[in-house]
């Protein structure tokens, strides 16, 4: 009697639908670009996070006896500093580290407040419709057409160069992305019998749009929120560059970049280390956000 009450138990746990979460994960993993690029993040996040206790030296400490020392592996090279050092005897491997942390968090802080904000007014626009619908829209198009990199330059000519007014910036010019999904989505989820059932059953507006409505829009924002890092990554380091985002003696990567400018053909490392910083953080947030997608829209699904 004991073996056909095991036999159908598991039959019943073979068909049984697995735990979207692993379902998820499972999809995500058929994606190798994307499993590299998680891969790589998170290696980032762990640099960042440990910064202080990898880093050999601290970012911003000199050292008159290495001014632009080339990398350990190269001739006149030095093993204390194994990716070279700047044209004041800073550690390049050290402001790489400590970079990380200040890319990472102008990138989570941008995301953060532009799904915030953008949220809020998508799904508002979403779900009342009307003239409010069409100013928001109108205002987010407007945005859309200007350069994304000259509106933020303007906007920090404005505000003034600082680290906080570069991050509001970018968040401004990522703004319209986050509105146009949240609205195209909550539009389409008004439409389901969900909504019409619980508003039938007496909701009011705000249980129905933070309630039902909003949890199911959240797939197309995280796949754009993963997206929208690199991007913000990008867009403050190219400001930083310009000498408008965070300012010397600040260790990121944009602000690096420009410090070494006028030693590009005689010191080649103190501009490709940094280069290489953001070609490879950018391009593992890219591909994670590719193998979000992939994962979370059925009609990708391999």
């Known amino acids: ?40 993040v998170v290696l980032v996040l762990l640099m960042a996070a440990f910064a202080p206790l990898i880093a050999p030296y601290a970012p911003n400490e000199t050292d008159a006896s290495v001014f632009l020392t080339p990398p350990a592996w190269t001739a006149n090279g030095s093993s204390a500093h194994i990716l070279g050092t700047d044209a004041i005897g800073r550690d390049i491997l050290s402001r ?18 532009s799904v915030v904000i953008g949220t809020v007014l ?3 626009a979403g779900y009342f419709r009307g003239i409010f619908e069409i100013a928001v829209m109108r205002l987010m198009d407007i945005i859309l057409t200007l350069p994304s990199l000259l509106l933020a330059i303007v906007i920090v000519a404005i505000l003034g160069p600082g680290l906080m007014n570069a991050m509001l910036a970018v968040a401004v010019v990522v703004l319209p992305h986050y509105v146009r999904i949240t609205r195209a989505a909550v539009i389409s989820e008004m439409a389901r019998d969900y909504v019409t059932a619980a508003r039938m059953n007496g909701a009011g507006h705000l249980r129905l749009m933070f309630n039902e409505v909003l949890p199911n829009c959240t797939a197309p924002l995280i796949v754009q929120a993963s997206l929208g890092i690199s991007a ?21 990567w944009g602000t690096m970049l420009a410090d070494a400018r006028e030693f590009v053909l005689r010191a080649w490392w103190v501009v490709t280390f940094p280069g290489l910083a953001i070609l490879i953080t950018v391009l593992a947030f890219n591909l994670l956000g590719d193998g ?3 994962a979370f829209d059925p009609k990708l699904k391999r």
Not at 98 to 105: K, T, W
Not at 234 to 241: K, Q, S
């Open 1 to 40: 009697m004991a073996q056909p009450m095991t036999s159908l138990t598991d039959t019943t746990a073979a068909l049984s639908p697995p735990h979207p979460l692993r379902e998820l994960w499972d999809d995500f993993s058929n994606n190798k670009g994307a499993v590299a690029g998680l891969v790589i």
């Open 96 to 113: 790489l580290i400590h970079g990380a942390r200040l890319s990472l968090a102008i990138g989570l802080a941008v995301v953060a407040l």
């Open 122 to 124: 998508g799904l508002t």
């Open 292 to 294: 979000l997608r992939d």
């Open 232 to 252: 913000a990554i990008l867009d403050a380091a190219a400001l930083g560059f310009l000498g408008l985002g965070a300012q010397p003696p600040s260790p990121e």
